[in-house]
């Protein structure tokens, strides 16, 4: 914590850590990702009290043992459950879920879904490593076909989800992909994330060095980076390339990449608008497929306004109570189709 000239107190990221050791394997990217987030915290300018971390089951998981906050440590997939119910109780808490591709997609999957369509003012963030990481090396369900592991030494057959097609299917109103080897970028995101008003989902593609090494290193290595990837900023066209010599059209409903130059100026590029639900769509649709010749999109997806959950539930509660007034608990559980029986 420090205090700046006009005596103002500023806090730092060291004043949302724990006094607990970090566990996790030596050169593990959640480390990234875990400095990241206290960073945000620090900006957000929130109180340590003020703040929830939920988590389900796996490396992601151990993540409220190492945020100074109020935390639970809850069971595999549910997390999304237990914390829209506490976002419910206690509208006023900042509550982040922090899971992983298998507890979130898997086992998780269906709380996923439900709690996106709900749309309960919640921060959840996924890592995202392609495998199991806990139970030591298993494909898991963003695991590419083919992928040789413990759980399938022949080649996986399953095809793997995309959480974000997943995200835009749910309806749900903020999408962001980043990494944790752009930690500018990553706090940028999650800062954005904070700010929505409703759940946001962050997808962090996160290094496994012990069982997954390397599986996003073409998007992060300075010899790769510029061709394989593309930030997204909102109102700026799509350009990637050391130079930003190349871009992104659409043909009709189609991405394409296209080379600047004097057939294709910067006025016929795709230009993104995170609010445009087609464009979105058409972002999770394509660039993530490994058939298409199209750079991996990092930044903020999609966002879109609508009620929380936990205003809703609010709202009726209190129609309910101009309608009916309060009544006691007994008479709630008693109902009105009651009789004595002599």
């Not at 000239?5 to 724990?18: C, L, M, P, Q, Y």
């Not at 620090?42 to 109020?70: H, Q």
């Not at 808490?93 to 996106?116: K, P, R």
């Amino acid at each position: 914590m420090l205090t700046t000239s006009n005596g103002e107190t500023k806090r730092s990221g060291k004043d949302f850590a724990t006094d607990q050791d970090v566990r996790w394997c030596p050169g593990c990217g959640d480390y990234s990702i875990l400095k990241q987030v206290q960073s945000t915290l620090a900006e957000t300018g929130l109180k340590n009290e003020d703040i929830v971390f939920i988590s389900g089951i796996g490396c992601a998981a151990r993540f409220p043992y190492y945020i100074e906050s109020y935390g639970m440590h809850s069971i595999h997939g549910r997390a999304p459950a237990i914390a829209t119910g506490l976002k419910i109780s206690n509208p006023n808490l900042s509550i982040w879920v922090a899971t992983g591709d298998g507890d979130c997609l898997s086992i998780g999957g269906n709380h996923l879904i439900h709690v996106l369509r709900r749309n309960p003012d919640l921060n959840i963030i996924m890592f995202n490593n392609e495998i199991y990481g806990l139970t030591k090396g298993q494909y898991s369900p963003t695991s590419p076909i083919g992928t040789i592991s413990k759980s399938s030494p022949s080649g996986s057959l399953d095809t793997p989800f995309s959480p974000l097609k997943l995200c835009m299917g749910a309806e749900a109103t903020f999408i962001a992909r980043s990494m944790d080897r752009d930690p500018v970028h990553l706090r940028t995101t999650l800062l954005e994330a904070n700010q929505h008003q409703g759940t946001s989902f962050v997808e962090v593609y996160q290094n496994c060095n012990v069982f997954n090494d390397g599986a996003f290193f073409q998007y992060s290595d300075k010899k790769s980076k510029a061709d394989t990837t593309i930030i997204l900023e909102q109102n700026q066209p799509l350009l990637f390339g050391e130079e930003k010599e190349k871009g992104i059209i659409l043909d009709g409903f189609q991405p394409k990449v296209v080379h600047l130059g004097e057939a294709v100026g910067h006025a016929d590029l795709w230009v993104h608008d995170a609010y445009d639900p087609v464009k979105a769509s058409l972002i999770t649709q394509y660039f993530d497929d490994p058939n298409n010749d199209l750079p991996k999109p990092f930044g903020i997806i999609f966002k879109k306004e609508r009620p929380t959950y936990e205003s809703l539930i609010i709202e009726q509660m209190n129609a309910s109570k101009s309608a009916k007034g309060e009544e006691h608990l007994d008479a709630l559980l008693s109902g009105e189709n009651t009789w004595t029986v002599s």
